[in-house]
């Protein structure tokens, strides 16, 4: 989707495609499925008002203005639009490239593009200096200041998304990447060998998840390597608009990962799958075409590659529970898995999964945007929990790091019983040591 | 534009997150659903209220200021599209069901409120809604009466008109109509319902909407056929309708609809095959299993190469959606889609396919044609891009032409989409000088000022 020539008032790099906003025929399928249409009724923050006012930029009706802006960062990149869209037409996308529009057209003021660019292009690629930067978290917990934040309700006084962000913080381990081994070798009859993506925010706040996540995959009979050279997937970088620095981490990881001889590259994180998925579009004019479908045929959701290998029940142990089951954008939208997981947790004897109502509508976390309109993003997580209730299972589960984080908040704050757990937790539970 | 003293007026009576004035706000409400058109209205006003409704067509008669009434803008005519500016009054907010009444058989709700909200509603009462148009999932009820919207079910239970019983609207100079009622008969004086019906948005703005239900079918038996030749598709719709059975479906769709649609569902629809036929027939189980058979026997006797029956109501139901999904599924292989609605007798539908062929050909476009089979209504679709000027020259050469032998053999312009902004050339044909002139004085005796979307169904005086 990288345009070279300019584009109506988009900058020539890293603009839509003409194409792919012409693209929608205005049928308005999208409407009834895009969350932020549903909550303010504002055709503009449709997909379809969305991908219009693209269009209108592109053919040079509209500046790339300050409206644009906020619906480029206003738009969930759920994708629930691109599920609905029998034209094809990827609002979400757009969106995305929307937003490295704006940094390019509308920089932000100093302070805040050199605080950006920190997280950007120092901290986030380098696994070091993030577990670094999480030890002060670590000690927030441990030397019990956080019990008397929360209890003091200091933050109360704060801005919202700063009350939000303290109260999502999950009690953290040591990062699993420091511990993990590189090779973990299967513990049943051996099936085969698979390369294990671990993302960033699995391996600093749910280093437990993807501790089981190994241990299942080595049960179902696989040895798994986990290289300790991998770096974050690019995908916080895609969705605050710096596709470059996407580009730079893509490379680095496509380079580690074909060097290794194994069936596939799993990930229990879906927001990394998917952008792992994405690497044939995004490094399409810099790299060989064969070797990135390579890879994107390889790179495998835990539940898909389970799934497609076929689960190994014989030995599991029951799990009495009746659960429900969170999809996340990223997994059900982004790379169209809705069947895998559901089949995954029926897998376990003893399980009963009860589905909620809408249960692909997002949670309403959606990277940042949780703590950048926490309002919105409240009344998004409501409706979800809202449809949790009503199916009364004992047990939340959902298959990626930011809906976890989300939901986990949300389930605490309205009082209600149910734990958020990881598919692959819910599949180690049944795993026998 | 409007002025700021009529802004403050319409932010006084409606509040300002009612009354939309920012220019990406305004862009983006000036489309609908047909290609190519796009008019930019002055001010967009969201009334929650009937009384707003009134007050806000009060201001626009005194002041003199074009208004256009719009739903969710999934129209196929440019029925909302603000060509002279303007207010553009978006019902969406007045969006209640009013009334399920179980024992007159009706249900009243706001124009707002989306079709198949409705449908649902009353199918919780163990209530049936007929009137299913493709975009039912989005398309308000005002619209949908105001288009006199068709759907798949229409050769069985009929189009929206069949089912208004009453409506209450606010007519141009600020008036109130209220027509029709409950009673299943009414003579009493001129028939204002049948003529708000259908008309575009040009008489008056719907509020509220009384529609008839029905008991739902008991049982339902459906069809998926497959065609090695579209023509022999077209003679068993006539077929089986000879045979005196009417169905409640005969959906048809063409080899490149199949393949469209097939890339977006992934059900497994033959892509080989030159056209396919969804048919349904239903109600009391007896007759449901008496006309399966007959209709089977047709099938087989015309020469369809696959007959296959839905297992179950899920899969009868994903296959329905499958084809409402037809006209969105074209878009996926051009950025533009040119969409028509010709209808015919439907002993013509041979004639006709072979015509669009024809056509299809002289002109060298790749056209997709789906539709009502069982209406003899079409939707030939040429897939095009807007950019190439030669291509849409050649596009609406196509349609002349087609339109030209679809009135000669008594077919109809429009069947399902209305006229709009699109086909006020093709209307004119149809109905010659005369019949546009008695239009023209309806719509004065409703809206002498011209202000209700003006330039819609046929041109206004002051253009002709």
Known sequence: MTGTKQLGNFTPEDAPEYGDVLQCMRCGFCLPTCPTFSLTGRERSSPRGRVALARAVSEGKLEFNQAMKEEAYFCLDCRACTTACPSGVKAGEVMEICRAQAHQQQPLPKWQSVFRNFILQKMLPSPDLLETSMLPARLYQKLGIQWLVRNSKILKLAPAWIDKAEGMIPEMHQPLRQQIPQFSPATTEKRGTVAFFLGCVMTLMYAEVSRQTVRVLNHQGYDVITPKEQKCCGAPHLTEGDRETTRTLATHNLDLFMKLDVDAIVTDCAGCGSALKEYEEILAERQDHNRLEHFRHKIKDISEFLVEVGIRTEGLKPVNKVVTYHEPCHLCHAQGITKQPREAIQSIPGIELREMDESSWCCGSAATFSLKFTEESQKILDRKLNNVKKTEADVLITANPGCHLQLAWGLRQAEMPQPVLHLSELLGEATPD | ?464
């Open chain 2, 1 to 464: 534009m409007i002025s700021e003293h009529i802004t403050a007026k319409l932010v006084q009576l409606l509040t300002k997150e009612n009354v939309i004035t920012e220019q990406e706000d305004l862009l983006v409400l000036g489309y609908d659903s047909t290609p190519g058109l796009h008019a930019m209205p002055d001010i967009v006003v969201y009334p929650v209220s009937s009384e707003q409704v009134r007050d806000i067509m009060i201001i626009a008669r005194d002041e003199g200021i074009a208004i256009t009434p719009r739903g969710s803008g999934t129209g196929l005519s440019g029925g909302s599209i603000p060509i002279q500016g303007g207010i553009v009054i978006c019902l969406n907010k007045l969006n209640k069901i009013l009334e399920i009444d179980e024992e007159n058989l009706t249900a009243t709700c706001q124009a707002g409120v989306v079709t198949l909200d409705l449908f649902n509603a009353v199918a919780e009462k163990g209530l049936f809604y007929p009137p299913d148009p493709g975009s039912q999932k989005i398309s308000t009820m005002g619209g949908n009466v105001m288009e006199d919207a068709g759907g798949l079910r229409g050769l069985k239970y009929g189009v929206t008109r069949d089912y208004v019983m009453a409506l209450k609207c606010v007519l141009p100079d600020g008036s109130l109509l209220s027509t029709g009622g409950k009673s299943v008969k009414d003579v009493a004086g001129y028939a204002f319902k049948d003529l708000l019906v259908g008309s575009e948005g040009t008489l008056g703005i719907i509020t509220e909407i009384t529609v008839k239900l029905i008991p739902p079918p008991q049982d339902k038996k459906t069809f998926l056929t497959y065609f090695d030749d579209i023509r022999t598709a077209g003679e068993a719709v006539s077929k089986i309708i000879a045979a005196k059975i009417i169905p409640s479906t005969m959906e048809i769709m063409d080899k490149a609809t199949i393949n469209c649609v097939e890339d977006y569902v992934s059900i497994g629809l033959p892509r080989e095959m030159a056209a396919l036929l969804l048919i349904e027939v239903d109600g009391h189980p007896a007759v449901v299993a008496e006309e399966a058979i007959a209709v089977n026997k047709i099938l087989e006797q015309v020469g369809a190469a696959e007959i296959h029956i839905a297992k179950d109501a899920e899969e009868a139901v994903s296959l329905a959606e499958a084809r409402r999904t037809a006209l969105s599924a074209l878009a996926r292989v051009c950025p533009t889609t040119l969409l028509e609605d010709a209808t015919v007798p439907r002993s013509l539908l041979p004639e006709t396919f072979t015509l669009i062929e024809k056509l299809a050909e002289k002109y060298h476009l790749r056209v997709g044609t789906f539709g009502h089979a069982g209406d003899g209504n079409l939707h030939p679709t040429v897939l095009c891009d807007e950019r190439d000027k030669d291509e849409m020259r050649r596009a609406h050469a196509f349609y002349d032409e087609l339109y030209e032998q679809v009135l000669e053999w008594g077919g109809t312009v429009s069947g399902e989409h209305g006229i709009g902004i699109a086909k006020k050339d093709y209307l004119a044909r149809q109905i010659g000088a005369g019949g546009v002139a008695v239009m023209r004085r309806v719509k004065n005796s409703f809206d002498p000022q011209g202000i209700l979307n003006p330039g819609k169904i046929f041109e206004s005086k002051q253009e002709s």
